[in-house]
């Protein structure tokens, strides 16, 4: 019940008095969900941008060389699970400031099962569809952004006054990383990651 993904969307209250309930070894599971479950949309963008392609506005047919597209899908691997790691030690380290107690372990499962629509939104790669990936995302930012001020002070144990706050700063620190991931992508371009296109 703790790794089941569908129940963050579908009854994501009552998942996340169970990720609560959970001992820390059973939280430790989250690692794991975290690594098979940002591999899956990988998978699927490799596929959709090698073997699929998409097109801007009705325009030509733009596929990625399998090469290039492997060292994206690598680089984008690695940034999301130091993010998801970044995010869960950023909530353990801000646990005092808002009266809660929370181990390293806690903050990555909360920052991995609040990750949940986003694994999901990105299995869409398969089949690359601008408007459909576009729409998908923004939804599922959303939802995430939810899960976290429903999760936060449920697995926490604080008032739910105090979560908001806690997850605000929690947010803000995820545009942090959004916007160093930004970055990384300019200087990981400079240095041999640029997209390589099929003729």
Known sequence: MLN?????????NKQWHVVAAASLNQQRTSVLYAFIFTL???IAWYHGVTAVGWQ???GDLVRLTPDSALKLILAFYTAVIL???GIGLTIHWMAGTYGSIASFTRGFAIASYGATPLFIAGLFGFHPLLWL????GIAAVSWAVYLLYTGLPIVMGIPAERG???ASAVIAVCLVF???MMGATVILWDMGFMPEFTD
């Open 4 to 12: 089941n993904p569908l129940a963050y969307l579908i009854s994501p």
């Open 40 to 42: 899956l949309p990988c």
């Open 56 to 58: 801007v506005f009705g």
């Open 83 to 85: 993010a998801l790691a």
């Open 133 to 136: 990936d576009l729409s998908l």
């Open 164 to 166: 908001f706050l806690y």
């Open 178 to 180: 959004l916007i160093a």
